[in-house]
């Protein structure tokens, strides 16, 4: 829980810092900023939702985003070690949040058609919705949130699991054993470092599809019929 | 710290992680609504306002960099009328300049010949006073030389001064109407 807290402060304090002082012609520090923050505009946002609908849930993608992307990186931060969503507690709390804007999108949008469009898609002769219906029925309001949760938690959870066994291992060949089983140590030290970096991807792959796949959502929610 | 952290994380890892504990969920809900309203109310519309603004900037130079060119294409345009017309300018007044100077030579050229004529008229008529006089003179001169020498070859002054002078005026005049007559006849 501390770990998210510490992950929590960490993200404040750099977009404050960073937007304390928005300049026309940005300084370093918040061209960085400036760049994070385009991202989830730009590629998030804009690019799935278009302009209008991309300003609307800006925030809520851009919060999935950085949390996720911060909680996730505290894996691999000496002292904190573990990642914040490697609990499942963050990434149901997101997956929820991504549930309820979706469907709140798609009501919003056209309050009669939504879930008539979600379970009855149309272009589909109607004994066929017998078997369709229920399937997008699960698929989009119950393996959505799950999915969304399972994978994040679980990339977290193994590439957590990994660099322990590979540090543990490391400790246990060099300190314990000695002698000759130092050379596994070595090997698996490496391959520890390696997953390290390893888990910097994945953070930040993780944050992005998870902020994705809101996005997404929300768009299949808010486009008219498909 | 890090007892507790390694406990939550073992727990999440050794029990099943599909169930979770109430405070997890909680206070995770707690780090999002922050995180949201972070976002949402500060750091978001900052960004947005700077790019509004930067747009506006980078519209705004351009604008002046349009005005600019106009400007500079307008004043480029002025010039070279100005040009065209200063050398319009410059041919007239050289033309007039030469028709001047026609003008004025000619008008020399004339007054120096009227000047030339005049003299050459003063001069003929001093020329012939002064021959009038000249001639009044000698006549009178001649005749007294004349009286003088005749008193010497008679022997007597002719003093009768009247009928002499009548004498040499008419001879003299004889004189002349031969001259003139020998000129005629010339």
Redesign the interface.
């Known amino acids: 829980?501390?770990?998210?807290?510490i992950?929590?402060a960490a993200?404040?304090l750099l977009?404050?810092l960073?937007?304390r002082k928005?300049?026309?012609v940005p300084g370093r520090y918040q061209s960085l900023i400036?760049m994070g923050?385009d991202f989830a505009?730009v590629n998030i946002a804009e690019d799935l939702l278009g302009k209008k609908d991309g300003k609307r849930f800006?925030?809520?993608l851009?919060?999935i985003f950085?949390?996720v992307l911060f909680m996730n990186l505290t894996g691999i931060i000496p002292?904190?070690?573990?990642a914040?969503t490697?609990?499942?507690?963050?990434p149901?709390?997101?997956a929820i949040?991504s549930y309820v804007t979706f469907i709140y999108a798609g009501i919003k949008k056209s309050p009669k058609n939504f879930f008539k469009n979600a379970l009855f898609p149309t272009g589909v002769p109607w004994p066929v919705y017998i078997i369709v219906t229920p399937i997008e029925l699960i698929s989009t309001f119950i393996i959505r949130p799950v999915t969304l949760t399972l994978r994040l938690?679980m990339n977290m959870?193994v590439g957590?699991?990994l660099l322990v066994l590979f540090f543990s291992a490391t400790q246990f060949f060099i300190f314990t054993l000695g002698g000759w089983y130092t050379l596994f140590g070595v090997g698996t030290l490496a391959f520890g470092f390696v997953f390290t970096l390893f888990e910097v991807l994945v953070a930040v792959l993780q944050a992005y599809v998870f902020a994705l796949l809101t996005a997404v959502y929300i768009q299949l929610a808010v486009a008219e019929e498909h | 710290m890090l007892h507790a952290v390694l406990k939550a994380a073992t727990e999440g890892e050794t029990t099943n992680p599909l169930l979770p504990a109430p405070y997890d969920i909680w206070w995770s809900a707690v780090c999002f609504v922050i995180i949201l309203f972070f976002f949402w109310r500060y750091a978001l519309p900052k960004m947005q306002q700077m790019l509004d603004e930067r747009g506006a900037a980078i519209e705004g130079n351009i604008e002046k960099a349009d005005e600019a060119q106009r400007q500079a294409e307008a004043a480029l345009e002025q010039y070279t009328a100005q040009l065209a017309e200063a050398r319009v300018e410059a041919g007239k007044i050289r033309e007039t300049a030469r028709e001047d100077g026609k003008q004025i030579v000619a008008e020399a050229r004339e007054n120096a010949s009227a000047e030339a004529t005049r003299i050459t008229v003063s001069a003929q008529a001093q020329i012939e006073a002064e021959r009038q006089s000249a001639i009044v003179s000698l006549r009178s001169e001649v005749g007294t030389l004349a009286l003088d020498l005749a008193s010497g070859v008679i022997g007597e002054s002719l003093k009768d001064d009247a009928k002499a002078s009548s004498v040499v005026d008419r001879f003299l005049a004889d004189l002349e109407a031969d001259q003139a007559k020998a000129a005629g006849a010339k």
């Open positions: 829980m501390i770990v998210r807290f992950a929590v993200l404040l977009f404050w960073g937007t928005m300049r026309l400036e923050l505009r800006l925030p809520i851009t919060t950085f949390m002292g904190l070690n573990i914040g490697s609990v499942i507690g963050v149901l709390v997101l949040v938690l959870i957590h699991l």
